[in-house]
């Protein structure tokens, strides 16, 4: 359309509002209840404009066609200044006092040049709420203008506010009225962004004092990836504010994000590397760069050059950037001669890795987030996205909320299964029994893609021959369902037109994780879902910042960077040329095969970079005896974690916030990270103490910048060729592959061939097969593991936050018939014992957890549940199997229980 702003002809797009063209054509025009992330109010009219004589709303009047807009007609003006005024009579004089830059109250009164009222008239006196750690409201400042409400109810999906009163007495409220943390509030910190006036505010931003400098960044704690601008005064984060033009959370962000920062400033924080002086027995001790480097480059060298390369292992982080891991494998290849390197995605989405790139080439989701924006029907398997992702998961209410119907396959009745058309609510375990019966309803009533299956498909006579075992009712057996679940679920994904997937660790942590992405796979290939124009496809949701990128960049004991196998002899020939040195031909040891390599005295140094595997991997008490039985380990962290304190070495690293590099988030998005901060006292990335630990070894790697680093690992990864810092942040994020740097990223993959070798997308026939680990008279219930909305991993950064004021200790989720057997009241303590360990947990009960089976997380360390995992894994990965644990249950006895301080 063309039209004009005060005399200035412009063309927009059909659809925009007056407001839209204003901006486009640089007037200004100010608002009060608007913001572009919400549906128009138009209810404050001080966005009044002039068309042809008439004062109209700009945010709610549609452009039209030759319209003629005037932002400075006197009458419209006028309007828009006198409700101004009437807005601001009702305030206190502190109103006008907020600085510009944070109050667009205060910018519309510059704007009009409003610096008091002529009416004289009531004020509130209704105080504060500072209840809650974050979120804090002023009443009296509150405009009524339903910003907060409608961010709450059409971004994060979780209608907790609404306002309360009549008139003049109309203020915001959460939850019933309430103490605002006592509220259904999950802290995304949307009502605070979105506040015009102040009402609602944060302890960094309420201080009046200017910010010093603010950086965009990528979040470093789930693998969603939001963009977010860090706010920093006086050399600490102020604020954390979520970035509008962030390509996956578009201005949106959840606590953990938005708030969880001040682990930055945490006393516990290691400034200085950490050495013991007689062994193990002696305690840690500061020491000298110089010496710490010293130590660790002499008994490494001692170990590779007396036992072998092979004696070594060395794992790398997901929290790493992908420079950091990139420099990280290169290190063991090239310095330590081995390829004894693994990541922590081979505790979570390695299965993911394996079955994508078995059915369709490349180990990564097949699609964008964007395409979600598309589909009419979401599957849900193995994932709480609300908690484990909760950007994704506000995304994904707000797709339902407008229409798109919803399949969750989860035990639990998790947050998004109370939104679900169907909830498949199978037993831990049968995913392969649940999707192998689907896929029996989706041939069987012909909603697969018959076209797509002869043209682009391979495997569909096995799998149909398998299938044949498979009717709704024995799958539905299996699963411990019912058959018209089932069938409900493959009939509503059958007939949806786009349907997406989106799934995760329910999926991949088990015995048979591979299989369970096999064939979910096949749901998506036998609807012709993935890879065709208008698709939406298969999302893994990765648990952490860059567990994908770990794996991108060849921290894998198997592969190089961009997947590239090892035992290739050109690809290896290609790295020997570019590193100067002999890649080893052999496949190295995963995580759990180091353990057992180093309790059997065949790994005698363990080298672990930002993970607490003391605290986080499975059945820890064997992976302390493997820390105990090696003659050296070697650590980076922030804090003194549960694996610190077996070190020897502890060098002293750096979070995201102080970190340079990239990212690559869960649909494969290479993203820049910025450091907003300088690292505490002696404190360095992983980055710098690699180069420094090489050049002690008598080792250069070369790149002496993260830039150089991605740029070596462009020039050596197809898939990579087109990544480059400058070009990052010339253009943004790019999707992997980007081939050249002429060429954009591809975030729907596989439009034109599967990168498979016979270019088709392969349907697996997989049978269902049984649990590693079985309940019996003994461990009678099935312990789940899995997430939590407010803390992250091992909780070695949020909970030294505020955060911990809103969970301050681990529960153990338990149905309330279970409990009435056991005789126990919630919040009573009980000891969960397993095969392996035994833990105090205080028990939450809770019907969103079927009876006989339990939830709870490992976020703590004074309730160490991954004592009680066990180390069944996935035999194609090596993956464990987090989601199934055999315990037994009994009332917790004060005087034995283990671990008392349990009781939070």
């Known amino acids: 359309m063309r039209l004009s702003v005060d005399n200035i002809d412009i063309e927009i797009a059909a659809g925009a509002t007056v407001l839209d063209a204003v901006r486009a054509a640089g007037a200004v025009v100010p608002t009060l209840c608007y913001d572009e992330r919400l549906t128009p109010q138009g209810s404050c009219r001080v966005c009044l404009i002039s068309v042809r004589g008439r004062a109209m709303p700009a945010c709610t009047t549609p452009a039209a066609d030759g319209m003629e807009i005037h932002t400075d007609d006197d009458t419209a003006r006028r309007s828009a200044r006198l409700a101004l005024e009437l807005l601001v009579s009702q305030l206190p004089a502190r109103a006008l006092d907020i600085p510009a830059e944070r109050s667009e109250l205060v910018r519309a009164c510059q704007h009009f040049g409003l610096t008091s009222t002529r009416f004289d008239g009531a004020t509130r006196n209704a105080g504060v709420d500072h209840s809650h750690p974050y979120v804090k409201l002023d009443r009296d400042l509150c405009i009524a203008c339903n910003r907060c409400v409608r961010m709450c109810a059409e971004v994060q999906g979780t209608f907790a506010l609404s306002l309360a009163g009549r008139g003049f007495g109309t203020v915001v409220v959460a939850g019933t009225g309430g103490p605002w943390v ?53 050399e600490a984060v102020a604020a954390i504010t979520p970035g509008h033009d962030g390509p996956v959370n578009r201005g949106h962000a959840c606590v953990k994000g938005r708030f969880a920062h001040a682990f930055t400033r945490s006393r516990e924080r290691l400034t200085t590397p950490l050495i013991r002086d007689g062994g193990r027995d002696s305690p840690l001790r500061p020491a000298s760069w110089q010496e710490a480097l010293t130590v660790a480059a ?51 989405h390695a299965p993911s890795a394996v079955g ?31 908690e484990a992702h909760p950007v994704i998961g506000a995304r994904i209410k707000q797709l339902v909320l407008r229409g798109a119907r919803l399949i969750v396959i989860d035990p639990r009745r998790i947050d998004l299964a109370e939104m679900a058309d169907v909830h498949v609510q199978a037993r831990p375990g049968s995913n392969v029994a649940v999707f192998n019966g689907i896929a029996r309803v989706l041939l069987d009533e012909g909603y697969a893609d018959q076209d797509f299956l002869r043209t682009r498909a391979s495997g569909l006579a096995e799998l149909t021959t398998l299938l044949a075992d498979y009717p709704p009712e024995h799958a539905a057996r299996l ?52 890879g065709t124009p208008g698709c939406c496809g298969i999302l893994s949701m990765r648990g952490q910042n860059n567990v994908q990128g770990a794996s991108d960049m060849g921290a894998l004991p198997d592969m190089l960077p961009g997947y590239q196998h090892v035992t290739d002899a050109g690809v290896r020939a290609r790295f020997n040329r570019a590193w100067q040195a002999e890649v080893p031909v052999r496949p190295g040891l995963r995580i759990l095969d180091m353990f057992a390599s180093a309790i059997a005295g065949r790994v005698r140094a363990m ?93 250069d790697l070369g790149c002496p910048t993260p830039a150089d680093a991605m740029a070596e690992c462009a020039t050596l990864t197809p898939t990579f060729a087109g990544i480059s810092h400058a070009r990052l942040d010339r253009d943004g994020p790019l999707h992997w592959p980007c081939r050249s ?62 955060n911990h004021q809103l969970r301050p200790h681990e529960v153990l989720d338990l149905h309330p018939d279970d409990a009435a057997r056991l005789g126990l009241a919630d919040g009573d303590l009980v000891d969960v014992a397993s095969r392996r360990a035994a833990v105090t947990f205080p028990v939450h009960l809770t019907d969103t957890i079927a009876p006989g089976q339990l939830f709870t997380a490992f976020n703590f360390p004074d309730t160490p549940t991954n004592a009680l995992t066990s180390d069944a894994s996935d035999s194609e990965t090596g993956c464990p199997e987090y989601k199934i644990t055999a315990v037994s249950l009994s009332p917790a006895d004060l005087a034995t229980s283990p671990n008392l301080t349990a009781q939070g």
């Not at 993959?749 to 990168?755: I, K, P």
């Not at 997989?766 to 407010?790: A, C, H, N």
């Open 741 to 802: 740097p002429d060429q954009p990223g591809e975030g729907r993959l596989y439009l034109d061939s599967f990168a498979t070798p016979d270019g088709r997308a392969a349907l697996a026939a997989r049978p269902y097969l049984p649990p590693g680990e079985q309940p019996d008279t003994t461990f009678p219930y099935l312990l789940i593991t899995g997430r939590r909305l407010v803390h992250y991993n091992s909780g070695s950064m949020s909970r030294r936050t505020p």
């Open 298 to 348: 002499t008994r490494l060298a001692a170990i590779r050059d007396h036992h072998g390369p092979e004696a070594i292992g060395m794992i790398s982080s997901a929290r790493a950037t992908n420079e950091e891991n990139y420099l990280a494998q290169k290190f063991a290849r090239t310095v330590l001669g081995t390829n004894n390197i693994d990541n922590c995605s081979r505790l979570c």
């Open 479 to 530: 699963a411990g369902i019912t058959s018209e679940t089932l069938v409900e679920a493959a009939r509503l994904y059958g007939k949806a037109r786009r349907p997406a997937v989106v799934y995760g660790l329910g999926i991949t942590e088990h015995a048979h994780g591979t299989d369970g992405v096999r064939t979910l796979a096949n749901l998506a290939i036998l609807k012709g879902a993935v």
């Open 182 to 234: 006592s509220s259904p509030c999950v802290a995304c910190g949307g009502c605070v962004d979105t506040c015009p006036s102040g009402a609602l505010s944060e302890p960094g931003l309420a201080d009046p004092r200017p910010i010093d400098r603010t950086t965009t960044t990528t979040c470093g704690y789930c693998g969603v990836g939001c963009t977010l601008r860090v706010h920093v005064r006086d």
């Open 356 to 386: 994508l790139a078995a059915a369709f080439g490349y180990a990564g989701g097949t699609n964008s987030v964007d395409d979600l924006d598309d589909t009419d029907c979401i599957l849900i398997a193995g994932a709480n996205p609300t």
């Open 607 to 699: 080298y672990v970079i930002g993970e607490d595997i003391a605290q986080t991997d499975p059945d820890s008490g064997n992976v302390r005896r493997a820390l105990a039985a090696c003659d050296l380990v070697i650590n980076h962290d922030l804090f003194l974690s549960a694996t610190a304190e077996h070190a020897d070495v502890v060098f002293p690293a750096v979070p995201f916030l102080e970190k340079d590099g990239t990212f690559v988030n869960f649909d494969r998005r290479i993203q820049r990270v910025r450091p907003a901060l300088d690292p505490p006292g002696q404190a360095r990335s992983d980055f710098d103490i690699l180069h420094l630990l090489a050049r002690a070894m008598g080792a």
